[in-house]
């Protein structure tokens, strides 16, 4: 198990959560490890100036800046009485500690990365003479992909992971902007609706918009779910054209468009569009 596994581990039963120093210690830094409950946490304690404690969650974890005239049991108590925060803040490091890894091996060849809720592996070269140059190429069929199925991007072998990246992420940008579309017209034929405009968005923190003169936003990233999910956020968009709130009347008409908005809400709440979604 690795260091951040050892530090953010959730406690399981008895057992302490043990936790290793950083490879490499900052000048007068000592270690110390504070257990509360089944609580364990690791610091790097350092000694300064400065009049109170502080706190501060950096690359190597937690660090502890202390006042000379300050006790180790009163460090140690100051810790215990922030436990909460801290491993709250711990539990954001390590994710996105985690999502840094995982962006780095996916964005190279044989990296995993999910379309339409299926799990499609990037490969970079070119397999075939038929293929074009310079056109990333889908083994299967772009409308229903099967696990393990690769998207080849016509790239040097030796492609850096912002290339691959960039290639991906257009050719999955066109995807989604195809399928959106697809299905916005099958919604909209069947209510009636119209709209003035739509397209793709990039926001890190909302899924889609809707704006009271009937311009719909989609964040491109939803290609990465399974085609329930994004009717959801299509439809979720589409009802705020009757009710522009999140009343009981709104959640009324997304379960007219879509009965069963409820299963796919609750996948959605589990990721943020920031990234690539762990399905």
């Not at 925060?85 to 490091?93: C, E, F, S, V």
Request: charged share 20%; with cysteine; proline share 6%.
């Amino acid at each position: 198990m690795s260091q951040l596994e050892l530090l953010l581990a959730e406690p399981q039963g008895s057992q302490p959560n043990w936790v290793q120093p950083p490879q490499s210690m900052p000048d007068g830094g000592r270690w110390r490890i504070v257990r509360s409950g089944h609580n364990v946490v690791g610091f790097v304690l350092l000694r300064s100036k400065r009049r109170s404690i502080g706190f501060v969650i950096g690359d190597d974890g937690l660090r502890v800046t202390a006042p000379n005239w300050v006790t180790l049991v009163q460090i140690d108590n100051a810790v215990i009485e922030k436990m909460s925060w801290i491993l709250t803040k711990l539990q954001d490091w390590q994710r996105r500690k985690d999502s840094m890894a995982m962006s780095h091996t996916r964005w190279q060849s044989g990296g995993e990365l999910p379309y339409l809720g299926c799990p499609i592996v990037l490969r970079v070269g070119v397999p075939g003479a038929h293929i074009p140059h310079g056109s990333p190429h889908f083994e299967g069929d772009h409308n229903a992909p099967q696990a393990g199925q690769c998207l080849w991007l016509p790239l040097p072998l030796d492609a850096d992971n912002s290339r691959i990246r960039e290639m991906a992420q257009a050719w999955l940008q066109g995807r989604a902007r195809n399928w959106f579309q697809d299905r916005l017209n099958h919604f909209l034929r069947k209510t009636g609706l119209s709209i003035t405009k739509w397209r793709l968005s990039s926001a890190g923190t909302r899924w889609g918009s809707c704006s009271s003169d009937g311009n719909i936003m989609l964040n491109w990233r939803l290609i990465h779910f399974s085609p329930m999910v994004i009717d959801y956020v299509i439809a979720h968009e589409l009802a705020h054209l009757r009710e522009m709130n999140h009343s009981r009347d709104f959640w009324n008409e997304v379960e007219q468009l879509y009965p069963d908005y409820l299963s796919a809400k609750q996948i959605l709440k589990q990721f943020s569009p920031d990234g690539v979604p762990e399905l």
